[in-house]
């Protein structure tokens, strides 16, 4: 999340890096007559056209000689416009800005998952700086960088990989580094760092890819608003870096539960590939024990006491086999502390003993928050869908929960975050294309009219105690045409398993609902308009409403629950999380992955299918109207629809 902080200064920030970015790296001038970017500001030449005749002046009037009449005056040739362009990029002079001026250059990636836009963002930063390193001096990481390096050491707390952002070595080899070695390290550090915040803010995986109804709105902050915020922040940059991460009662929670799970386990510690040498042992001396010290966060050369000196970098002592002996402990090789082959590949391969069923449904759903506004608002709606319940909230504080309906796994119920504007009282019912045919073909049109909606023929339903929307409905104008409604059918609200709509959710007691959502109506006044033709209700202020999939959860009581994982989302997750076996099914498009997401669903589909039609049987075999499904937004019709709808 950004810091509000920063929000007053982000337009001159979006300016100063543009241009920095335009100074050092150049880019096209623009052409004369072409309107300038953003601005609208139309570039004209200087020099007056012949054919267009004389310029005027201000002085000019009624009284001054034509061109005509003045004297004739020796023509001279008119010059060609010059076009005024940025400066060429220039090397600064420096070594060091110079080096990493020149890596910046290099088309060479600074991290793999690294975006080219973020990569764009990161030389605009440095260009600003005059391309001075931001975390190194003399040498050494200043205390903004070794805040930041302990939060990436310690990813594994909130459910990241620390793999996934490798901290450079400096100062740890028995020379001085180069002015290149710096620059490499500053970058890869900085790329590590915007990395990190962007996955914080659920970066990992595109949602997309697990399914197309999952469309959060991801506010994945910008490389160079990271690294402005961490370097301001001095030794506090580690506070900084982690409040990226979710704040949320319920993700803390998870995180609690996640580090119960893992004490005394080694987790995610981060890697380091050593170059071919011997077996060590206590007391050797070798070029490769920097490393070592680094990976393992010790000090660059044990401390010198009364009796001796310092020692070297290279010594591989006393600290260093011992630390060494805890690793190979907790890989399960023999604990002697010598650094073997089968250690070295140890400590070159970053996977971690196999997370826990356990484990894994925490880290899922601790994702998922990352899903959600940053901030849910003081005032806003929940609903979790695998739970089939809604909950309203109001000053930070839960007032009110309800039962709900949520799609079939056919026809799953989109998770998205949207603002309620409005209600509708006595709401008509427009038949959506997908259920149309069937009801024609079934011949159960009674009450319904045929209306006319622009160039097509609908079925509408009108107002009345049988309406398939029931007396009241909530509008979030969202992409799905989706909304919070009532339900003449009551009696589905008793079963276990509540998906029974085609997407849209159904409030059980709509009255309470909006007697807590909407200010001024209380649930008396409110059943006065019913019957009384449709009227619609305006919200003073928009609503944030949240639709969730949480399957693994910790409630107000601090128990852990796990529910059923309604349309068998929490496969793909893992996938994409690289908790499960490795599969192509999230790396690759929606579009490519079709066969392979429904195959990876099918078992839970089917398992959610067979318990939602034995809950309804259990709830009654009366039917009503709303057997058609669950009715979507009749003024979106005509905009492309979903072929499951």
């Known amino acids: 999340m950004r810091a509000a902080s920063g929000a007053g200064t982000g337009v001159a920030r979006t300016l100063s890096v543009a241009l920095a970015a335009l100074l050092a790296f150049g880019h096209a001038p623009a052409r004369a007559e072409e309107p300038a970017a953003e601005s609208g500001i139309v570039i004209r030449k200087a020099a007056v056209d012949p054919a267009d005749g004389p310029a005027l002046s201000p002085e000019t009037s009624d009284d001054t000689p034509s061109a005509a009449e003045a004297p004739a005056a020796p023509k001279e040739p008119t010059p060609a416009p010059t076009a005024v362009g940025p400066p060429a990029p220039v090397t600064p002079s420096e070594p060091l800005p110079g080096a990493v001026y020149a890596r910046l250059n290099d088309n060479a990636p600074l991290l793999q998952r690294l975006t080219g836009k973020d990569r764009e963002a990161i030389q605009a930063f440095y260009a600003l700086g005059n391309f001075k390193p931001i975390w190194i001096e003399n040498g050494a990481f200043n205390a903004a960088a070794n805040a930041a390096i302990a939060r990436l050491r310690a990813a594994g707390e909130d459910g990241l990989d620390p793999n996934a952002y490798p901290v450079p070595a400096v100062g740890k080899l028995s020379r001085p580094d180069t002015d290149a070695e710096i620059a490499e390290a500053d970058l890869k550090l900085s790329a590590a760092l915007a990395l990190y915040a962007r996955d914080a803010r659920g970066g990992r995986v595109n949602p997309a890819t697990i399914s197309k109804l999952i469309t959060p709105t991801l506010d994945l902050p910008p490389a160079d608003t990271v690294l402005t915020r961490l370097a301001a922040a001095g030794a506090q940059a580690g506070d900084v870096l982690q409040s990226y991460n979710p704040r949320q009662p319920g993700y803390l929670a998870l995180k609690e539960r996640l580090a119960g799970l893992r004490v005394g386990r080694t987790q995610g510690a ?11 042992k206590l007391g050797m001396s070798d070029p490769r024990v920097p490393l070592l010290r680094s990976r393992f966060g010790l000090e660059t050369r044990s401390a010198g006491t009364l009796d001796s000196a310092p020692g070297q970098s290279n010594a591989y002592d006393r600290s260093v086999a011992d630390a060494v002996k805890d690793f190979q402990r907790s890989r399960g090789l023999p604990a002697s502390g010598t650094l073997t082959r089968a250690t070295v590949a140890a400590l070159a391969n970053p996977n971690v003993p196999k997370t826990s069923a356990n484990e894994a449904d925490i880290l899922v759903n601790m994702e998922r928050w990352r899903w959600l506004p940053s901030e849910l608002g003081p005032d806003y709606v929940f609903v979790n869908v695998p739970e089939f319940k809604l909950k309203v909230f109001r000053g930070g504080t839960q007032r009110d929960e309800t039962r709900v309906i949520v799609g079939k796994p056919t026809s799953p119920t989109p998770i998205f975050s949207g603002m309620m504007e409005y209600a509708v009282v006595n709401p008509s019912w427009y038949v959506p294309p997908s259920i149309l045919k069937q009801m024609l073909a079934s011949g159960r049109t009674a009450g319904f009219e045929v209306v006319r909606r622009g160039n097509t023929i609908s079925l509408r339903q009108p107002p009345g105690e049988r309406n398939a929307l029931g007396f009241v409905k909530f509008m979030f104008p969202n992409q799905h045409a989706v909304y919070l409604h009532d339900t003449p059918n009551r009696s589905l609200f008793s079963a276990s398993t509540r998906a029974f709509s085609h997407g849209c959710v159904r409030v059980d007691d709509p009255f309470r609902f909006a007697d807590a959502v909407l200010p001024n109506w209380t649930e008396e006044r409110l059943k006065k308009l019913i019957g009384k033709g449709e009227r619609t209700l305006r919200l003073p202020e928009k609503l944030p409403v949240h639709l969730a999939y949480f399957t693994a959860e910790v409630d107000d009581l601090g128990s852990y629950r796990t529910l059923t ?21 999230v790396a690759k498009g929606p579009a490519a992955t079709k066969a392979k997401a429904a195959d990876a669903r099918a078992v839970p589909r089917q398992a959610a299918t067979r318990e939602a039609v034995r809950s ?3 709830a009654g ?22 072929s499951f709808w």
């Open 616 to 618: 309804e049987r259990r």
């Open 270 to 280: 981060p890697s380091v590939k050593l170059p071919d040498g011997p077996v060590l």
């Open 565 to 585: 994982d309604l349309y068998g989302y929490d496969g793909p997750m893992k996938v994409a999380l690289g908790l499960a076996a490795r599969s192509d099914a």
């Open 621 to 642: 075999t009366r039917r009503t109207p709303d057997m058609f499904g669950d009715p979507w937004a009749g003024q979106t019709y005509e905009a492309p629809q979903r």
